[in-house]
């Protein structure tokens, strides 16, 4: 099962960007995902994109301000986050999936990281 370790999260001011990395540590062949959770909620979907970066997916609440990418050279997976507000703050989680199309529901995927504190002050 491959290991993923996010990075990247922080402390930042509305309307500001961060960048979050997830490393793998081995090759992924499948779609990987962003998702996001606060304390008392259930995990919900940030992002998704395929194997080949050719298809993505985004939640509305994030679409237009977040991008997702990946470089398979490096079994790296970024979260490029715009615009940033209060709302978007959470731990945010990167994942495998166990296909290679982008999906939204978190039971289709199998790893996942440790998560990283994304902090969006008003």
């Known amino acids: 099962q491959v290991q993923l370790v996010e990075s990247g999260g922080g402390l930042v001011q509305a309307g500001g960007s961060l960048r979050l990395s997830c490393a793998a540590s081995g090759r992924t062949f499948n779609t990987m995902g962003w998702f996001r959770q606060t304390p008392g909620k259930e995990r919900e979907f940030v992002a998704a994109i395929s194997w080949g970066g050719s298809s993505s997916s985004y939640a509305a609440s994030v679409k237009g301000r977040f991008t997702i990418s990946r470089d398979n050279t490096k079994n790296t997976l970024y979260l490029q986050m715009n615009s940033l507000k209060p709302e978007d703050t959470a731990v945010y989680y990167c994942?495998?999936?166990?296909?290679?199309?982008?999906?939204?529901?978190?039971?289709?995927?199998?790893?996942w990281g440790r998560g990283t504190q994304v902090t969006v002050s008003s």
């Open positions: 994942a495998q999936g166990r296909s290679r199309l982008p999906t939204t529901a978190t039971n289709e995927y199998d790893s």
